[in-house]
């Protein structure tokens, strides 16, 4: 089936730093990639779509500045969080479609600012 | 708007029973529905997907079943065990790579 792997897994950084996380599918080529933010017991919340090649399209409210995502090649997008603080600490999650499964998830990213 | 509604919140059964969660949505023009599990800080596994023109998937112990025209999709969970707690959640999507709108989910505990 198809596979997104998604690193890290969790990360701990201090504030102001930069964090990048990295999604890729392993077995099928992702022209577009969702990254969801999700908060303890919350509900996804989409926060931008990107597709390969082009920029990314963010959800009302969200920061492009601060949350950078790249979408170079068919097998990798990438989110970076500028300037970390510690109100950006939350579960990141990445997923892609695929025409036979459907969406497929990575695994997801804490991070921690501290 | 697409609205997608999972009632209850929260499920407690006895291990061996056989249950069913609901997931109904608002706008019928759908080009799918997936149904996910997730666990406590993990990301989501998909469990079954239903392309518009399907009627019902089958995988394992798990049933899911569309019907479009009146926005409803029920998962069956046969002889439910202690490793199917989690949260369960329907997404519905408009077209082939477009954004999921989600359920809040049906978080099922199963009592040994």
């Known amino acids: 089936g198809a596979v997104v792997s998604q690193h890290p897994s969790r990360v701990i950084c201090k504030s102001g730093t930069s964090v990048k996380i990295e999604c890729r599918s392993l077995?099928?080529?992702?022209?577009?990639m969702f990254w969801y933010r999700q908060f303890p017991k919350q509900s996804l919340m989409l926060m931008a779509t990107?597709?390969?090649?082009?920029?990314?399209?963010?959800e009302q409210g969200v920061e492009k500045d601060k949350f950078l995502i790249n979408h170079a090649s068919l097998t990798l997008s990438t989110l970076t969080v500028t300037s970390a603080h510690p109100e950006d600490s939350s579960f990141y999650i990445c997923?892609?479609?695929?025409?036979?499964?459907?969406?497929?998830f990575g695994s997801g990213t804490r991070l921690t600012v501290v | 708007k697409q609205e997608v509604t999972q009632i209850p919140a929260a499920l407690s059964v006895p291990e061996g029973e056989n249950l069913v969660l609901n997931c109904s949505f608002t706008?019928?023009?759908?080009?799918?529905l997936q149904w996910f599990r997730q666990d406590p800080g993990k990301g989501l596994t998909s469990l079954l997907l239903?392309?518009?023109?399907?009627r019902e998937q089958t995988s394992g112990r798990l049933n899911a079943s569309l019907d479009k025209s009146s926005g409803r999709s029920t998962l069956y969970i046969a002889a439910s065990q202690p490793g199917d707690s989690a949260t369960y959640l329907c997404?519905?999507?408009?077209?082939?790579?477009?954004?999921?709108?989600f359920g809040k989910g049906i978080t099922l505990s199963v009592r040994p």
């Open positions: 997923s892609a479609p695929d025409r036979d499964h459907g969406y497929t």
């Open positions: 077995d099928f080529q992702a022209t577009t």
């Open positions: 990107s597709n390969e090649g082009s920029k990314a399209t963010y």
């Open positions: 706008d019928s023009a759908i080009y799918n």
């Open positions: 239903i392309q518009s023109s399907q």
């Open positions: 997404a519905v999507g408009p077209g082939a790579n477009s954004k999921l709108t």
